[in-house]
């Protein structure tokens, strides 16, 4: 799959700027993002990428006193991740009960076994261009509140799985069945890699919500770590495989997304349930009114 990087820079810049500006790039369809000294570089899809529409975006940054100019180039079709990937990152541990390693660093995590002993939860990553590592914020909030469901002899639904991680962790808790869906190959080569990496079994489908036509049945959880436009397009689709008693767990938008992912529950019957907040980026817990 071929891809665009983008490389944004902000001035005056800051963490906070670089944020929005990835918050505002990841609803025109940019998938990841790296820090580097001098600007914020992002990827995206070749085909979803249009960079009228993105400097529009981007005139509207809602900080004052902030120019943000970018550059495009095309990159080489290939594993553009694989520098990351080699490098791998740091055990991420969740509510002291799970711990999501990179395969690159298994061995150094092993050797630091002490500090893992007591996390009963132990997910394995083994990232190939595709995103879900755990180390992203929506990530660990997703996570967090999968944690505290009873998924025992449920069925779970992942909407945009990347990595495959969350609907892993479904599957460890007990889930029954866990139905997951990704637009990019890549990913879903690599959630089913990770599934056999944690002796899970995952049923990975290509595609976007099209997909939810084919499978039979209702699910218990459906969860979407995804930007604010998709879920707000994408939503009615989850509806439609819910049960009464479902529940949806949606991230991948800041707080101040949230009002209006909110109204478009509602108009649809359902209720917000929880919500966590991690540097602004926010997450919902969606039950029936």
């Known amino acids: 799959m071929k891809y665009i990087q983008v490389k944004f820079t902000a001035e005056p810049d800051s963490l906070d700027v670089r944020d929005i500006i990835a918050a505002l790039a990841g609803e025109e369809g940019f998938e990841s993002f790296t820090d580097e000294p001098d600007g914020l ?21 809602p900080v004052p006193n902030v120019k943000v100019t970018f550059t495009a180039s095309h990159i080489e079709d ?15 541990i969740i509510d002291n009960r799970c711990a999501i390693v990179c395969k690159n660093m298994e061995d150094e995590a092993t050797a630091a076994q002490n500090s893992l002993d007591t996390i009963p939860m132990k997910i394995v990553i083994d990232a190939k261009q595709a995103f879900g590592t755990g180390t992203h914020e929506t990530t660990q909030m997703i996570v967090s509140l999968l944690l505290n469901q009873d998924l025992k002899d449920k069925r779970v639904l992942d909407c945009g799985c990347g990595t495959g991680i969350l609907g892993i962790v479904a599957a460890k808790c007990g889930a029954k069945e866990v139905v997951c869906y990704d637009i990019d190959e890549w990913s879903v080569r690599n959630a089913e890699h990770n599934a056999e990496l944690n002796s899970v079994e995952l049923d990975v489908l290509e595609g976007d919500k099209s997909v939810l036509s084919h499978v ?8 979407a770590n995804i930007n604010r436009n998709i879920i707000l397009e994408d939503i009615e ?14 991230s991948g938008f800041y707080e101040q997304d949230a009002e209006s992912i909110l109204q478009k529950a509602a108009e649809l019957g359902l209720k917000e349930s929880q919500r966590l907040l991690n540097h602004d980026w926010c997450c919902l817990l969606l039950e029936r009114g």
């Open 41 to 61: 570089v992002g990827y995206c899809q070749e085909n979803l990428f249009n960079e009228e529409t993105l400097g529009h975006t981007l005139q509207n940054l």
């Open 78 to 92: 290939k594993n553009w991740n694989e520098e990351w990937e080699k490098g791998g990152f740091e055990p991420v």
């Open 216 to 223: 039979s049945g209702v699910f218990d959880v459906i969860m």
């Open 237 to 250: 689709d989850f509806v439609s495989v819910m049960t009464t008693d479902s529940k949806i767990i949606l």
